[in-house]
């Protein structure tokens, strides 16, 4: 079949809009077309960029809608599609959708940045069920990631539409917390406080025209881009044609797999044949004894196919159709499921592959179709395997998949463990499959296979042969577990790492399928034949075969309403919205990267080192500087002022210190053209020692970046004389990737006059990055305006970071004229940023045998990469924050920051008190462990009760902390669910239950005062309207709306009144950055103090004509030449702190807090579901109650993933392997607690902050080690039981792999004494390592 030089027209609908492609390039994803759609990850793992796609299914004609991410989607894939995306959907310029306003009135956006994503997953699934289950609407939402909310706003607005649903259904009560009156909150999404939804409005269906693709044409279509050629052919015949005359083309269906790939391996396929309109590839037929898949279908429809086939058919004949159904709702998300194919997946062969070892044990075969004919294949382990002989022909494809039924005296299992529940690669899984000879329990046949355990999916083929003709019973069990472990070897240096749990999982997922198919032999066969054989499970060890299923959040949030005699339109202390919220939702509102492209603008890439610590010997940049479109390379040499400081320089010169330092940036015409170029230049290093990556490391080579910080109070060595025991322990806490959804991102605009540069850009502290220009570019402060409209999450990662990717930027511009627009892709993110310091602790307590904890002697080292950064501040802080809730007499802290080749660690939610403070914690549950009393004892014996002094001698009163604790106790029912959690541990054995309470004392604000001045400027026009403008950024924190607030109550007029445009360098000068929790009080007061200065100037005229409207008092004031603008300014706190004597007043106040969670842990896989949570905080007079809450609910769940799934892994060379949302697992919505209670301790007054308010941005963060604590509790029983000793080293994060590891017992024994293949020479090193 002939190629047509010409390319085709592409014709598709974008909400509802025809739109021709005259040349489609096939490498242009639909992501890059659109706006309202975000880029957050470019691989599908956020949903950040989801749309609705609706198509015609080539075998039914029926149209389909299906949520995609548009990163993933070629346009050429669209051919005749219709497109919806959050613009269509509604707009704050026509009407909103019901999606759309529910989500911004239950307050389910913060930064908005992942809002569209989340409208349009809820969307789609009410296009194609107004009705949804609650469990259909979490699997839509699976996999949207959002790093602000901590998902349960998100979630309430979508339970809103639920059949089921009515508000929270408080307690299994079936009603809501609105309507019992238990809360206050007018809007947090009650039915009736949102329009209809009306999804038969003809503005629904406008958008999928049905003559789209009503007669799908039959030709072939091709379109031509640069570098590759789609050809799209129309019948089944011309694609065997095209598959014959391009044999190493590729078949492009869900592009999921080969998506990725293309991108971040850079596999080039000049050809991709498209077979999306074959009807052949979608055909299913069912017979008696199978059922054949198309493999063109999409793993959502094979899903909906199973189910309907387990439906009809008995028991017995569906075991292998129940066991993909299983993986089929953990694979992947809605979108990936919905996009990729049935054939692409098997064909992939990935190693993790969730349906290849199901398949493969359900004996399922494939049915290949070339133009010499068809034929059959099993897909057998050498098919997996990727044997020749076993495998397609190149000019073959697979036509469809037959999966034959199971019969009876045949059983097949599934299992899977990954770092969460839900949305994360497997780190291993399995399917089983065991045939009985008829009647009894001899294997006739068995099968096994892993995935994540090698390169291909593995088979135990001849462990399986040898058990053959054995009983089912413990003798068999243990001979599978040694030849499985001895057949499934795995080497130390595996790639993925985990090798001992892997190992473990190995034997243990072996284990609970032996006591499955027990459990089934048990009913059909009874009495069983030789009954001494026959082992009986005991209920205790039953709950091995439990799996956590997916549960809906349930919770309730409480809070104090306002006086009843506050005016109406004084909105200070109401739940008002986020005031950008229905803009998050309709994806108006435009972050940085949405601005549109500036005439003559350029794009920036950068380059970064490969190495960790070397000196750059040779740059050659011809074959980058010769790709079309490259414009220039920026080196060090082109910065006409500083370049940084000498030891953090903006752009390496001579010598690397990490892998990810910037060295130099490419300027090209287009972003895609700067990565090509960058993939050309050769640098030659030449590497130099010592290179050090841990903090291990950094101790023994003395490497350090300050001095140690220290603080001492009473006489340590005396007390620990006087103790009745002591403690000594270790605790490991691991780095946190900041993970904001909207990466860093600049565009820097120069002007043609006297050197003024416009820079908008996504930070929190846009005066840094002014000031950095400023003296990169060697040209005064004045001549630079920064520009932060809104930031998509900084969490403190965009508070230093921002100013290097400005001044870079700014330099480009300068070098070549042109705007420049610098956009960083997560991977390049995650590499070049560094975030929370990991820490390392050193503690030993010495305690009376009652708990009181007489003398505590803590020594903290943290990891802060290469450069100086935030680390010295940070250990700083650490320090002063580490006694946490408690009084101890005797107290001695050290800490110091480690100087290592890794990218500068940097300032994070919290600043050091998330690490330190678990330490703090885990010796006081090792003082537990040894009092044989529970944790919650020794930490009330040892709280501060009374007016008292902090170790650093200043004063505070903790009646509000022993409030909340007591508060927590009470609401969670603490005691009474700490015994039935020993009562279910006593009746379970495979599964634990874990409870903890943990009280926090955080102190907020900088420890200078020049850091807690702030300014505003409000203008009053003559229509009456207000500009307010303030030094704050809105990171999604609301703090904008705050503001307006504030402004509201003192100019007594409503917010409807009242704007803020954006925050700016040339409106308030000298901004602080936005952090340390107190941004809304600091310029909360400054803007108070504008409002009141310009009420001061009103005060005549409204005495004059009291009856007057604002309006004309304003018109009055203009008239009588009064000045309708006003600066505010706040001196700031008072804060200091002597690091010589040890003393100081640091922070201006405290928040006080307690949270307390309960967990169940799986001994067998390390899983652990949340049962519940509940949080007791102080948050004085919320300003806002509803974004106060947000913030807590929000950091809890940041911190949770700090403490239990995100887990930073470097590459024994300094390369982080984890660069993205597939290696890297921030919690998912599947993570929230089953239940979950957030109640704001009733007021208590704090004169100092603006009206007696707190700030909550990063306290609540710390409350996630209540789940830690829980788990840890959880472990503890277990080992308990399994007469270990009860006190280990603690290591945050908790994943699966360590409490699996933690709960030895005779798997982990087995894996320990099956030695690992000895390790080769040439790989003496493990995967991966840690900081
Ligand atoms: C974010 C994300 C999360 C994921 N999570 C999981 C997970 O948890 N578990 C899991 O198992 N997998 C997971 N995957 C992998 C996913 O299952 C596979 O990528 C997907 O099934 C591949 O299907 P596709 O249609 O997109 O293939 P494509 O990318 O379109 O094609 C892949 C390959 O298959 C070949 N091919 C496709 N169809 C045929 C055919 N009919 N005949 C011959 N060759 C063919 C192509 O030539 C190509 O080489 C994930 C993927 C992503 C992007
Ligand atoms: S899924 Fe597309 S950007 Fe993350
Ligand atoms: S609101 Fe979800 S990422 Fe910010």
Redesign the pocket.
């Known amino acids: 079949m002939p190629c047509p030089s010409r390319s085709d027209e592409l014709v598709f609908f974008v909400n509802g809009r025809k739109v021709i492609e005259r040349n489609a390039d096939p490498e242009v994803t639909l992501l890059m077309r659109l706006t309202g759609t975000k880029y957050a990850c470019g691989r599908g793992g956020c949903g950040a960029c989801t749309v609705m796609v609706s198509k015609r299914d080539p075998t039914s004609q029926e149209i389909r809608h299906f949520s995609v991410t548009t990163c993933l989607v070629p346009i050429c894939s669209l051919y005749g599609a219709a497109v919806t995306t959050v613009e269509g959907v509604g707009s704050m310029k026509t009407r909103l959708h019901p999606v759309q306003e529910r989500i911004a009135k239950s307050h389910g956006?913060?930064?908005?940045?992942?809002?569209p994503g989340m409208v349009m997953s809820m969307y789609t699934l009410l296009r194609n069920h107004p009705q949804p289950s609650e469990e259909q609407l979490l699997e839509a939402l699976g996999g949207n990631l959002?790093?602000?909310?901590g998902y349960r706003p998100i979630l309430a607005s979508g339970k809103t539409f639920c059949l089921e649903s009515n508000g929270c259904q408080q307690k299994g009560t079936g009603k809501c917390c609105l309507d019992l009156g238990e809360n206050d909150s007018s809007s947090l999404g009650r039915k009736s406080d949102v329009s209809p939804f009306a999804l038969s409005s003809p503005q629904e269906y406008h958008l999928t025209p049905t003559r789209m693709t009503e007669n799908p044409e039959k030709r072939t279509l091709t379109f031509h881009g640069e570098r590759v050629t789609w050809i799209s052919p129309g019948t089944f015949k011309d694609l065997l044609e095209l598959k014959a005359k391009h044999p190493e083309a590729p078949l492009i269906l869900g592009n999921t797999s080969l998506g990725p790939a293309m991108r971040s391996k850079g596999c080039l396929h000049p050809i991709l044949l498209s077979p999306a309109r074959i009807s052949e590839l979608n055909v299913v037929s069912k017979t008696n004894d199978g059922l054949t898949i198309g493999a063109g279908c999409s793993l959502a429809q094979v899903k909906d196919i199973l189910a309907e086939r387990v439906s009809e058919l008995p028991e017995e004949k569906t075991q292998t159709y129940r066991a993909l159904l299983k993986h089929l709702k953990s694979l992947a998300s809605q979108q990936i499921r919905n996009m990729a194919s049935l054939g692409g997946h098997i064909i992939s062969r990935h190693s993790y592959s969730d349906l290849n070892p199901i398949l493969a044990v359900g004996n399922a075969t494939l049915n290949l179709t070339s133009e010499e004919g068809t034929r059959r294949i099993p897909l057998s382990e050498h098919f997996l395997a990727g044997l020749a002989s076993a495998d397609l022909k190149p000019e073959e494809i697979l036509e469809s998949v037959y999966i034959p039924h199971s019969q009876k005296w045949e059983f097949v299992s599934a299992f899977r463990q990954a770092q969460c529940q839900q949305n994360a690669l497997p780190d291993v899984n399995a399917g089983m499959r065991v045939l009985f000879k008829e009647g009894t329990d001899i294997i006739e046949d068995l099968s096994i296979t892993y995935g994540g355990v090698g390169a291909a999916t593995v088979s135990a083929h001849k462990s399986c042969q040898q058990l053959l003709g054995r009983q089912w019973d413990e003798l068999m069990l243990d001979e599978a577990c040694r030849r499985l472990l001895d057949e499934v070897s795995l080497p130390g240096w595996a790639p993925g790492g985990r090798v001992e749990f892997k190992r473990t999982l190995v034997v243990s997922f072996f284990f609970k399928f032996y006591l499955q198919v027990l459990q089934e032999l048990k009913k059909l066969i009874k009495p069983f034949p030789n009954s001494r054989r026959y082992p009986e499970i005991s209920d205790r060890f039953l709950s091995a075969l439990e799996d956590f299923p997916g549960t809906v959040p349930q919770g309730v949030q409480r809070y104090q309403s306002v006086d009843s005699h506050q005016p109406l339109q004084d909105p200070v202390g109401r739940p008002v919205m986020h005031l950008s919220g229905l803009k998050h939702a309709t994806g108006e509102a435009e972050f940085c990267d949405d601005i549109p492209m500036v005439d003559k603008e350029l794009c920036m890439a950068l380059v970064t080192s490969t190495r960790a610590y070397a000196k750059i010997i040779s740059i050659d940049l011809s074959e980058a500087l010769e790709i079309p479109g490259v414009v220039d390379v920026i080196t060090a040499k082109d910065i006409p002022g500083t370049n940084g400081t000498e030891d953090d320089k903006l752009l390496a010169v001579d010598e690397v210190l990490c892998v990810g330092q910037i060295i130099f940036a490419v300027v090209a015409e287009t972003d895609v053209q700067a990565k090509r170029a960058i993939e050309k230049i050769k640098i030659t290093y030449e590497e130099l020692e010592p290179i050090i990556f841990t903090i291990k490391d950094a101790i023994k080579h003395n490497s350090f970046l300050c001095p140690e910080k220290k603080l001492e109070q009473g006489n340590i060595e005396e007390a620990f004389e006087k103790v009745d025991q002591i403690v000594e322990g270790e605790v490991h806490v691991g780095g946190q990737e900041h993970f904001y959804?909207e990466t860093q991102r600049v565009l820097v605009i120069p002007k043609t006059e006297d050197k003024e540069l416009d820079i908008y850009v996504s930070t929190q502290d846009p005066a840094h990055v002014q000031k950095t220009v400023s003296s990169t570019l060697n040209i005064p402060i004045n001549r630079i305006t920064c520009h932060v409209k809104r930031v998509?999450?900084g969490f403190g990662g965009k508070i230093g970071r921002p100013a290097v990717f400005g001044a870079i930027a700014a330099v480009g511009a300068l070098k070549t004229g042109h705007p420049i627009r610098l956009v960083l892709d997560r991977e390049d993110d995650m590499l070049i940023t560094g975030g929370r310091h990991p820490l390392f602790g050193k503690y030993k307590v010495g305690f009376m045998n009652n708990g009181r904890i007489k003398a505590l002697d803590i020594e903290c080292f943290i990891n802060g990469g290469c450069t100086l950064d935030d680390s010295e501040l940070v250990t700083e802080f650490l320090i002063l924050k580490l006694e946490n809730a408690y009084k101890i007499r005797n107290l001695r802290f050290r800490g110091r920051a480690c100087l290592t080749n890794l990218p500068s660690n940097t300032a994070f939610r919290g600043f050091g008190f998330p690490q330190g403070t678990l330490v703090t914690e885990s010796c006081i549950t090792a003082v537990a462990a040894k009092c044989g009393l529970p944790p919650e004892k020794i930490r009330e014996k040892n709280m501060y009760r009374t007016v008292d002094k902090t170790i650093y001698k200043q004063a505070f009163n903790p009646e509000s902390l022993i409030r909340c604790w007591n508060e927590c106790l009470d609401a969670s029912s603490f005691h009474n669910r700490r015994k039935q959690v020993e009562e279910f541990n006593k009746k379970n054995y495979w599964k634990k239950r874990g409870i903890a309470v943990i009280p926090m004392k955080f102190s907020v604000g900088f420890a200078a005062t020049s850091y807690h001045q702030a300014a505003a400027l409000v203008h009053i026009y003559t229509d009456g309207s207000v500009l307010v403008t303030h030094g704050g950024n809105e990171l999604?924190q609301g703090i904008h709306t705050k503001m307006l607030q504030v402004a509201s109550r003192e100019l007594k007029i409503p917010m409807s009144h009242l704007h803020i445009c954006e925050t700016s360098t040339a409106m308030v000068p000298n901004t602080i950055a936005t952090a340390a929790s107190v941004g809304a009080d600091i310029n909360g007061k400054a803007v108070q103090n504008a409002c009141q200065i310009l009420l001061k100037r009103l005060e005549p005229i409204i005495k004059k004509n009291p009856e007057g409207t604002w309006e004309e008092w304003i018109e009055a004031a203009f008239e009588q030449r009064i000045s309708l603008s006003a600066t505010g300014y706040f001196r700031g706190y008072k804060a200091f702190m002597d690091w010589e004597k040890g003393e100081g007043d640091p922070f201006p106040y405290y928040v006080y807090g307690a949270a307390c969670s309960e967990v169940e842990i799986d001994c067998l896989t390390g899983a652990h579901k949340k049962i519940r949570t509940d949080i007791v905080m102080d948050a004085c007079c919320s300003l806002n109650p509803a974004i106060d809450i947000g913030q807590i609910e929000g950091a809890f769940i940041q911190g949770m993933g700090l403490y239990t799934t995100e887990e930073l892994k470097y590459s024994p060379e300094g390369v982080l392997y984890s660069r993205g949302p597939d290696e890297y697992k921030i919690p998912t919505i599947s993570d929230v607690p089953e239940e979950f209670n957030v109640s704001l301790l009733p007021s208590s007054q704090t004169p100092l902050t603006i009206y007696s308010s707190k700030g909550l941005g990063e306290s609540g963060m710390f409350l996630g080690s209540s789940v830690f604590f829980a788990i840890t509790d959880a472990v503890a029983a277990a080992r308990k039981e399994r007469d270990i000793a009860e006190d280990f080293t603690v290591k945050s994060p908790a994943t699966p792999e360590w409490v699996r590891m933690a709960c030895a017992d005779r798997f982990t024994e087995m894996v320990y004494i099956c030695p690992l293949p000895l390790e080769p020479p040439s790989h003496p090193t493990p995967w991966a390592i840690f900081k």
């Open positions: 956006t913060q930064c908005g940045f992942c809002t959002c790093r602000c909310t959804m998509g999450g999604g």
